[in-house]
């Protein structure tokens, strides 16, 4: 299942056009914790064009926004790390 949800994951996520994107699971350390049941914990490192000239907050919305319906089933926690190529 951990493998499906990163593929939709990084599916939803293509419309960003990322250069690169690492999405870890990170439900192991959530074990027993109740809403591990309904969706899984992730970490995520994503870079983007997108994000040039935008703020820490604005580029989280932006993914919030573009994982929208995904959040609501597939993902319970999601921890990001967003960054324009031109951080790197």
Do not use: Q, W
């Amino acid at each position: 299942m951990t493998e499906e949800r990163i593929k939709m994951i990084k599916h939803d996520l293509s419309c960003l056009e990322p250069s690169k994107i690492d999405i870890e699971d990170e439900g192991h350390l959530h074990v027993g914790h109740a809403g591990a049941k309904s969706g899984g914990h992730f970490k995520l490192y994503i870079v983007s064009k997108f994000f040039d000239n935008m703020s820490v907050i604005n580029r989280h919305k932006l993914i919030y926004k573009t994982l929208d319906k995904l959040m609501k089933t597939e993902i319970h926690a999601l921890s990001i790390t967003a960054k324009s190529p031109n951080e790197l």
